[in-house]
């Protein structure tokens, strides 16, 4: 079993950057790929970004390269979402989830074990 806990997002201007953060407790974090989602009410949940146990590998939606990057610290069970040059349509509930399988993680399997509560980032003037 893994406890997954979101934090970072809060309401930013156009242009702006946050770095979300996805706190695990529980089982072991370094053997879980983790990845990040998305949903804007009224709209299907969008993955955004996966990233396999050790670090090395990462994958980011192609809508969201070059803006969007990702990061893990095993030592502190801690992934992370770096967001940058944030535009309106960011504004979302994000979700972190936890699974052995990177393709689930990544939105291409099937559903994550295991997802946080979601953290929601408002992009606002």
């Known amino acids: 079993q893994v406890q997954l806990t979101e934090s970072g997002g809060r309401l930013v201007q156009p242009g702006g950057s946050l770095r979300l953060s996805c706190e695990a407790s529980?089982?072991?974090?370094?053997?879980?790929?983790i990845g990040w989602f998305r949903r804007v009410p009224g709209k299907e949940r969008e993955f955004v970004a996966a990233?396999?146990?050790?670090?090395?590998?990462?994958y980011i939606a192609d809508s969201l390269k070059g803006r969007f990057t990702l990061s893990r610290d095993n030592g502190r069970d801690t992934a992370f979402l770096q967001m940058n040059s944030l535009q309106l349509d960011d504004t979302a509930v994000y979700y972190c989830?936890?699974?052995?399988?990177?393709?689930?993680?990544?939105?291409?399997?099937?559903?994550?074990?295991?997802w946080g509560q979601g953290t929601q980032v408002i992009v606002s003037s």
């Open positions: 989830a936890a699974d052995g399988r990177f393709s689930n993680v990544a939105g291409a399997g099937s559903e994550p074990l295991y």
């Open positions: 529980g089982r072991a974090f370094s053997t879980y790929s």
């Open positions: 990233i396999n146990p050790s670090g090395a590998t990462s």
